[in-house]
């Protein structure tokens, strides 16, 4: 199938790109941003969506990498999945990020597709929200006016939905270090490549044998990505042991409201929350 | 006969596992597939598809469609009624079995979400794919028929309403009224008083045969010929079909099959896209091509499976089967299809399958709704009775507190009984399905898991294992043409061969079949290798083009071997005698002292002789020949067999099912098959490993679901669940040699095993870790959210999500004119600014 005709633009720098959605906007033309591509491209492809003009950030080099800013490390929003298992930084201070990233579909996928572009994507069964969520990044947003920084927890809005607003980009994605914690992303799908019916993030702390600190967040529980803020309190105190952890997290799932489709309805969603958050803990504790 | 060696013969060839010469060009794809050909002034075509699954057209504007750029045409079903054919169904099971008019572009009605209603002519195919969407049909709804059972109660909705009815057509077999066995009713009466009863509803979901390569057509009518390249499994079929419907003459179609990138019955159809391509063409005087997307693959290709068995199996108290009852609702979906009704015809032969019963019948309504069609998927109404069957025994078991295999082993068919007629009439020639089953016990460590399983049980390990049980037959070698008479269709089933021996040496051997992946290129060099001696590589096999292969019935059914090879066979014995004589008279001996072998005519006694290929360069240059003989060693052979040929084997599969998530994972997979002789054991192999992914995947994976407006959600490969490499286990194959009897190469055929056997282990074996928890049956597929339900005692087990949305990935793939899912506003809002 072939994408509905729509005019090209690859900008070299962020200005550039700004300036370019100002003026499409400004021309009452439908504009789609494209990042890895590895969303966008199929929708255009299945006609779901013809926008008159894409703009292609993949020229840019500024919104590539990481590095380290005092506390925290920053992420170049068009930094792939593929970098971000790999990436030293990351997998020290970040390691809940790398290792959801590595689970994100295919080798293929990873190498084309983008730490940012998920995010504001805002999939809800997508691998990269409840972690940066989990985590309580800051989201850094430029405009024509600026850059403006939305933490995680007010960024998600809807259903693909997001606080990027109109001739607005992500442009960065800053981490607070979660050096030497524990980390695993468990995620339930029927077959090995697919969206997840149910992920949960899980970042812990362990010392002296019992979790210290906790960090939870669930995937495709929702339509936005839900933070399992009574899990991580439960958790703090307790023993790294098995017993412990699937009591403090089997609950994990009460209260959302989970979609139903062909692949399982929200009872089952909220009972899968509990049993995988169970075990995403008692892996990111090395208890297992 | 037990095992013996695989090799039937003293050759070299047969029985070796060479590698595939034809891989090299299909796996890198520098090949002819039919949507690479590109030729001078060709023009590019899109359907626009009915988004409604039952409504009648009440106009088509086709206007705003031709002004846009690109546009040559547009034409309506009305346009082309004269000249576009129509499509029919081959197999008449019944006398009065009903099929509504099948026109290739809808006139005046559509009867599933999907039909093609006007067809759009440009210069690209952009071009035709967005004019197409300009169309703008306008439709009058129908109630919409897509659950069998209401389909044939009193007063149902009509899939056509100028039919009458839902039902095509009412087939029994009896055994008391046939003469091969009681009278079941008899059987169960017996059993409800002193033995046992089992009764089951089972489900045989729709599948997708999914095959890689779409769907893809080009016409060109500027010759004298019209030549069609089809990715068809049938092209010789398809142009008697063209020929008898549009009226063109046959000897003015040409039909080519290029390279086709598999099939799985999918493309053992003819299809609505060739009869408009080729009527387009006609009308235009221009070549014409019409490929089709994934998605119009998925919607509006034919589908396969879709049962619902009601069985009854009665037993004696000691566990011997006395009587099996079939009533089988087939769903044949919107119009009978090239098979149809012969694909659940099929199950006649097969529900009794291994087993010994006294008495049999097999009671079938074919039902349209409205829904794709279906017809042959791998296995063909194969699948779907040893599914049956095989679930049975296992019920029987459980009934019964007996061993699953054990139980099979008292009631199978044994080794000393062969040749055995069954139930049904059949002639069963060979088989051993003891020691096909000793060797996969062995394999799998079928006691060592058996206590594992124990002790899981008994510490209650989130993680239960199953074992389950196939212990399977089908019948190959479509089929001895009077059978096909016999039973209605509308086709033969001989196989046809010819074999070319040129000056050089070499061999050119066309044969009637048709391969779409199975090495048939390679197999058949084989063959012929060994039967004339000459080298492998020498030989090159055609096929697929009805100017080059006039004749034959082409690939399905696990036919090719069976039937075509031995086409092969017996032309390359005429070959023989024909340079029998030739070298005889060259070595100045009688024919009769001449001995063939290795390629070479020898006088026997002495050491005068003369070889294969200096036979071929005499006759070329026709010099010195007897009187009389004609210059040339060329020989055609056809063959049909007398029977069928019956493969069996034993499978066997462990699965762990997570009970506190419903996730299965097969542990081992175990199968040994009895093929009888096999000509190359490296393509069998690759034959039954694809044949076993498709039937765990029918077991835990795949499914088209339609929602209860007739839209199909499951048109893409988002939501319609292939299972990829890391899904399947590794497969423990390995094989037990019985030989066929009906044959001269000893084959049986391997093409569909895999997919027939593997789907009951499955089940069968996630049953038998969840029943500890009451659980009775789970449909297919077993998904995590079916096995959980089913293991928490949830009333409703399957059926549950039929009519919920697919993931939310992607919104329903509704037909907007066109045919790929259309965009969708909330969809399109809420991805604005995307950055993915």
């Known amino acids: ?288 | 006969m037990t095992a013996v060696d695989d090799r039937p013969t003293t050759s070299d060839e047969i029985g070796r596992s060479r590698l595939r010469k034809e891989d090299q060009r299909l796996i890198t794809g520098r090949t002819k597939w039919t949507d690479n050909i590109i030729l001078p002034g060709m023009l590019h075509l899109a359907f626009a598809r009915s988004p409604y699954a039952n409504a009648t057209i009440t106009s088509i504007d086709i206007e705003a469609a031709k002004a846009a750029p690109g546009v040559v045409a547009v034409y309506t079903g009305k346009d082309l009624q004269d000249t576009m054919g129509t499509l029919i169904c081959a197999y008449t099971i019944t006398p009065d079995q009903v099929a509504p008019p099948h026109p290739p572009l809808a006139i005046d009605r559509v009867s599933f979400a999907g039909e093609a209603v006007a067809v759009v002519v440009a210069r690209s195919y952009k071009e035709a794919r967005d004019a197409a969407d300009l169309l703008d049909v306008d439709y009058s709804l129908l109630p919409v028929v897509l659950d069998m059972e209401a389909a044939v109660a009193e007063g149902a909705d009509l899939v056509h309403p100028d039919l009458g009815t839902n039902v095509s057509a009412h087939f029994v077999f009896d055994s008391a009224a046939a003469g091969t066995g009681g009278d079941v009713e008899a059987s169960i009466a017996a059993a409800r008083v002193d033995g046992v009863v089992i009764e089951r509803t089972l489900r045989q979901q729709r599948l997708v045969p999914a095959f890689m390569e779409p769907r893809s057509v080009v016409v060109d009518p500027t010759g004298e010929q019209i030549t069609m390249w089809s990715a068809t499994q049938i092209p010789h079929i398809l142009r008697f079909v063209l020929a008898a419907t549009t009226g063109v003459p046959e000897t003015k179609i040409r039909v080519i099959a290029p390279d086709v990138g598999g099939g799985f019955g999918g493309k053992l159809q003819t299809t609505p896209e060739e009869f408009v391509t080729f009527a387009v063409a006609r009308k235009l005087g221009k070549p014409i091509k019409a490929t089709e997307t994934r998605s119009e693959s998925i919607i509006a290709s034919h589908h396969g499976r879709d049962q619902i068995q009601k069985l009854t199996l009665a037993a004696k108290k000691d566990g011997t089967v006395t009587g099996l009852k079939v009533e089988l609702l087939a769903d044949m979906g919107s119009h009978l299809a090239l098979i149809g009704g012969g694909v659940p015809f099929l199950g006649t032969f097969m529900f009794n399958s291994i087993y010994k019963f006294e008495s049999y019948k097999f009671d079938l309504t074919t039902v349209f709704t409205n829904k794709a069609w279906t017809d042959a998927y791998r296995g063909a109404g194969r699948p779907e009775a040893t599914f049956g069957i095989e679930r049975m025994m296992d019920e029987l078991a459980v009934e019964l507190g007996r061993e699953p295999m054990e139980l099979r082993q008292q009631n199978w068919i044994t080794h000393p009984e062969f040749p055995f007629t069954t139930v049904c009439g059949m002639t069963y020639d060979s088989g051993n399905y003891e020691a096909a089953t000793a060797k996969a016990m062995a394999m799998l460590d079928y006691e060592g898991l058996r206590r594992e399983q124990a002790e899981r049980r008994e510490r209650k390990d989130p993680i239960q294992l199953g074992i389950g049980i196939s212990t399977f037959t089908e019948m190959c070698g479509l089929a001895p043409s009077r059978v096909l008479g016999a039973i209605g269709a509308g086709a033969g089933g001989w196989e046809h061969a010819s074999i070319r021996m040129l000056a050089t040496g070499k061999v050119e051997v066309v044969t009637g079949t048709t391969p779409h992946g199975q090495g048939h290129e390679t197999a058949w060099s084989q063959i012929v290798a060994d039967k004339l001696g000459v080298a492998f590589e020498d030989v090159e096999v055609l096929h697929g083009d009805t100017q080059i292969s006039s004749k034959g019935y082409d690939t399905y059914g696990s036919r090719s071997l069976v039937v075509g090879g031995i086409a092969i066979v017996k032309a390359a014995e005429k070959v023989v005698e024909k340079a029998k004589v030739i070298a005889a008279h060259l070595l100045e001996a009688s024919a009769d002292d001449l001995e063939f072998a290795d390629g070479r005519f020898t006088v026997k006694g002495t050491d005068q002789g003369m070889a294969m290929g200096e036979v071929a360069m005499a006759a070329f240059l026709g010099h010195n020949l007897p009187d009389g003989v004609e210059s040339t060693l060329d020989s055609d052979a056809t063959f049909d067999p007398e029977d069928f040929s019956f493969p069996h084997g034993t499978h066997l599969c462990a699965t762990e099912v997570d009970t506190e998530t419903g996730l299965v994972k097969i542990r081992k997979y175990v199968c040994v098959d009895d093929i009888g002789n096999v000509v190359n054991p490296l393509i069998a192999e690759g034959q039954v490993h694809g044949g076993l992914a498709q039937g765990i995947a029918q077991a835990l994976y795949e499914e088209a679901v339609y929602d209860e407006q007739g839209t199909l959600t499951t048109a893409t490969f988002v939501d319609y669940l292939v299972p990829g490499a890391p899904d399947l286990p590794f497969f423990d194959t390995d094989r037990t040699t019985t030989p066929s009897t009906t044959n001269p190469l000893g084959v049986k055929g391997v093409g569909e095993a895999g997919c027939i056997a593997s789907t009951p282990a499955v089940v069968n074996s996630v049953l038998d870790a969840v029943r500890q928890f009451g659980v009775q049956d789970i449909e297919m597929p077993m998904t995590p959210l079916r096995v959980w339900k089913a293991i928490q005692g949830a009333s409703s087990v399957g059926g549950d999500v039929e009519a919920a949305s697919a993931s939310p990935h992607w919104e329903q793939p509704v037909q907007s004119g066109g045919i790929e899912p259309a965009s969708s506003d909330t969809r399109s809002d809420a991805t604005d600014r995307s950055q993915a």
Not at chain 1, 87 to 104: D, I, K, N, Y
Not at chain 1, 230 to 257: F, N, S
Request: glycine share 10%; hydrophobic share 45%; charged share 20%.
């Open chain 1, 1 to 288: 199938m072939i994408p509905a005709q729509f005019d090209y633009h690859a900008p070299t720098t962020v200005d550039e790109a700004l300036r370019l959605l100002a003026e499409v906007e400004a021309s009452g033309r439908d504009v789609k941003v494209l990042g890895g591509g590895q969303s966008l491209l199929p929708v255009l492809r299945l006609r779901m969506a013809a926008p008159e003009v894409v703009v292609d950030l993949n020229k840019i080099p500024d919104l590539r990498g990481v590095r380290e800013d005092g506390d925290a490390i920053v992420i170049g929003a068009m930094t792939t999945h593929d970098s971000m298992t790999r990436e030293p930084l990351v997998r020290q201070h970040a390691l809940l990020l790398s290792v959801a990233s590595a689970t994100v579909a295919d080798p293929q996928v990873r190498h084309r597709g983008t730490f940012g572009g998920a995010i504001v994507h805002a999939d809800p069964a997508g691998d990269i929200a409840a972690p940066v969520l989990a985590l309580d990044c800051e989201l850094v947003i430029q405009g024509p006016g600026g850059r403006r920084t939305v933490a995680a927890a007010d960024f998600f809005e809807d259903l693909f939905t997001t606080a990027v607003g109109e001739g607005e980009l992500l442009v960065e994605i800053r981490v607070p270090k979660y050096t030497g914690w524990g980390a695993r992303y468990e995620k339930f799908t029927r077959v090995a490549q697919a969206w997840s019916v149910v992920a949960v993030a899980a970042a812990v702390k362990v010392e002296g044998g019992s979790i210290a600190q906790a960090r939870v967040g669930l995937t495709n529980m929702g339509s936005v990505p839900i933070r399992a803020h009574a899990v991580e309190a439960a958790l703090i105190g307790q023993p790294a042991t098995a017993d412990a952890i699937k009591e403090a997290t089997r609950r994990a799932g009460e209260g959302t409201t989970p979609p139903t489709d062909a692949n399982a309805d929200a009872d089952f969603r909220r009972h899968l929350a509990g049993v995988l958050t169970g075990r995403a803990v008692l892996a990111a504790a090395g208890a297992s």
